[in-house]
C-alpha cells in the first residue's frame, strides 16, 4: 500500500497537476501550432516536389532525389542540432521554434515528395495519354487527372508518416522549444514530482491517438495500399 | 564561403575529435546491435498476440500499438528515465531508452507484420494444413516467409526509422555518436563535429534508403 | 510404385463419410451429406454454386470442422480425438480452384515443402520424389521456376504434383479447372484422366461435364447441402430420376 501511495503520489499528484496545469496547455498550443506548420509546409513542399520531379529535367531530378535521400536518411534530432548550433556562429540567429519548424518540415517534404511520387508513378500512362490526347496541357493533366489519383493512392502511407514525422516535436525540447515536453520538464524540475510528465504524455496521447485512429480507418478503407 | 567551411567542413576539428567520434559510433552500433533484433523479435511477438483469435489478447494488444504509436518516444524516454527515479528507484540511462525503445519498435515493426499476415491469402494456410503441416509449421514455412516479403521496403524503412531513433539516446546523456558529436562541438565551439556525425548516418542509412526505394518501386 | 499405398477399405469403402453436416452461423450449408468412395473410383460431385461441394470437400479433410457426422478414411475415424489429423492429410490429397501455389517457393520448393517437414526426408531423397511426381503431370522441366512465371495450367499441374508426392490415398480436387483459360484446360484433365488410369481415388468437384461423362465412375448431384442424386455417370447424363438433376443438367449444357 505504501509503494502505491507513493506510486500516485509521484505519477497522479492532483495538487502538482493543478498547479501546473496551465503551463502544460500552454505548451500543448505551442506543439499544435508548430505541428499545423510542419504539415502544411511539409505536405505542400513534398508536393511541389514530386510535381517538377514529374517534368523530367534531369538538372531538376538530381538536386530533388539527393535532398529527398538525405533528409529520409538524417536522423531528425542531428538535423535540429547541426541548425540550431551551426548557422549561429555564420551569422544567422533562428528562433528555436523556427529551426523545429524548418527541420521537421524538411524532413517531411522529402517523406511526402517519395509518398507522392510513388503515387504519380503508379497512374497507369494511359491516363497521361488520354488527357493529353483530348488537348490538354501537361499541367492541367497533372492537376486534374494525375495528381487527384496520385493522392488517393498516397493518403494511407502518408499519415502514417506524417504523423510518426510530427511526434518528432517533443525533440523541440532539447533546444528549448516550449512544447509540451518541454514545459514538462521544467515543470518537473521545479516540483521534484512526474506528475507533470504524466500530464505532458497524457496530452500527447490526446493530440495523436485520434490521428492513429483515423489512419486505421484510412487504411481499412484503402486495404494497406501504402506500396 | 570560407566562415560557412570553417564552421561546418573544418577538417582540422574533425580530426582533432575524431577518437570522441569513433567511441560515439561504436556505442550507437552496440545500441543497434540490440535493439535492432530484440525490437523485431517483439514486433513478431507483437503481431503473433495481435493476430490471435482469442479476443482477450486481441485487443488489448491492438490498444497497445496504438498506445505506443501515438506517444513519442522522446516523451516515453523521459518518462521512464527522469520520472521513475522519483520513485526512489535508480535507472540506468541505458535500461530507461532500451525500454522505451522495445516497446516502440514492437508496436511498429508488430503492426508492419500484421499487416503483411494480412497480405497472404488465406488459401494458403489452407493448401499448407491439407498436406498435414501443423499451424506453426504453417506459419514458418509458408504464411511468414510471404509476409515478410511482402512488407519488406516497410521492415527496412522501420529499421531505418530505429537506427536515427537511437540518437535520442543523447538527451539522456548516453554517449552514442550524436552526443558525443554533440558534445566536441560544445568544447571546440565548431559544428564540424556535428557534421561529421551526420555524415557518418548518411554513409550507413543512404544506401538502404536506396535499397527501399529501388525495392517499393519493383513491387509496385 | 506410385500408387504403392493400396488400401484395404472397411466394407470396401476408402472413405466414408456419412450425415456430414456444416453449419456457418446462422446457415447450413450441409445438411447430413452421404459420401462412400471405393479405392480406385472417381467420383464427381456436381451441383449449382452454393450447393456445398466445395465445403462437402473440405469437411473431407478438416479444412473446415464438421459440425456432424462421421467421417472415415480407410477404417480410421477421421473425427476421433485420438486421431492425428495432420497425419491423415497427408494421406489425403487436395487440389485447389485457385492452385495456391507457395509462390516464394520454386515448383520443386512446392512439392518437397511437406515431404521435408511432414515426412522428414532428407533433401536428396524429397527431390528425386518430387522430381519423379513432377514428371508424371509433365512439369519436370520447370522444377526450378516460380509459380508466377508458370501458366494457370501448368500451375495446377505443379498442385497436383504436389499432393501426388505425398503418396496420399486419395486426392479431393476443388474446382481444379474453373480458374483456366479454356484452351489450358484439357492439359489438366488430361493429368487426372492418366491419374484415374493408374488407378488414383479422387473426388472432383467440377463443372467440366464432358469429362465426367467420359472418365467418371460415379456422380453425385449436391443442391442445397443435400444429396438430391448419385449414380454411375450413364444414369446421371442418361437417365436421370429427379427433375431437379434434369433440369441442372439442361442449364450447364447451354
Known sequence: METWNRFVFTFFNADIAWRYWPTIVEGLWVTIAAGLLVVVTGVTCGMLLASLRTLGIRALNIPIILFVDIFRALPPLAIILVIFFGLPNVGIVLPSLVVLWTSLGAVLAAFSEEVFWAGITSVPPGQWMASRSTGMTFGQTLFHVILPQAVKLAIPPLTNRTISITKNLALGSAIGVNEILGQANSALSMSSNATPLTMGAFLYVLVFAPLILASRMLERRYQWGGH | ?220 | MLMSSSPVASQGFLLEALQIRKTFGQTEVLKGVDLQVKAGELVFLIGPSGSGKSTLLRCCNRLEEPTGGTLKLNGTDLLARSTDINEMRRKIGMVFQSFNLYPHLTVIGNVTLALRKVMKMPKAEADARAIENLKLVGMAEKALSYPSQLSGGQQQRVGIARSLALNPMMILMDEPTSALDPELVDSVLEVIKSLRDRGMTMVIASHEMNFARNAADRVVFLENGLVVESGTAEQIFTNAQHERTRQFLRQVRH
Open chain 2, 1 to 220: 564561403m570560407d566562415m560557412l567551411i570553417q564552421e561546418f567542413f573544418n577538417f582540422q576539428v574533425m580530426a582533432r575529435v575524431w577518437p570522441m567520434i569513433l567511441a560515439g559510433l561504436i556505442q550507437t552500433a552496440l545500441l543497434c546491435a540490440v535493439l535492432i533484433p530484440i525490437g523485431i523479435a517483439g514486433g513478431i511477438g507483437t503481431m503473433l498476440l495481435a493476430t490471435s483469435s482469442h479476443r482477450a489478447l486481441r485487443w488489448p494488444t491492438i490498444l497497445a500499438i496504438d498506445f505506443f504509436r501515438s506517444f513519442p518516444p522522446l516523451v516515453l524516454i523521459i518518462f521512464v528515465y527522469a520520472g521513475i527515479p522519483f520513485l526512489g528507484l535508480q535507472v540506468p540511462a541505458l535500461a530507461a531508452i532500451s525500454v522505451a525503445f522495445f516497446l516502440n519498435a514492437s508496436a511498429y515493426f508488430g503492426e508492419i507484420f500484421r499487416a503483411g499476415m494480412k497480405s497472404v491469402p488465406k488459401g494458403q494456410v489452407e493448401a499448407a494444413r491439407s498436406t498435414g503441416m501443423t499451424a506453426g509449421q504453417t506459419f514458418l514455412y509458408v504464411t511468414f516467409p510471404q509476409a515478410v516479403r511482402n512488407v519488406l521496403p516497410d521492415l527496412l524503412s522501420n529499421t531505418i526509422e530505429l537506427v536515427k531513433l537511437t540518437t535520442l539516446a543523447s538527451v539522456v546523456s548516453v554517449p552514442e555518436l550524436l552526443h558525443s558529436a554533440d558534445l566536441a562541438r560544445s568544447l571546440t565551439y565548431n559544428s564540424s563535429p556535428l557534421i561529421l556525425a551526420a555524415g557518418i548516418y548518411l554513409l550507413v542509412l543512404w544506401p538502404l534508403v536506396r535499397i527501399i526505394s529501388r525495392l517499393e518501386h519493383r513491387l509496385r
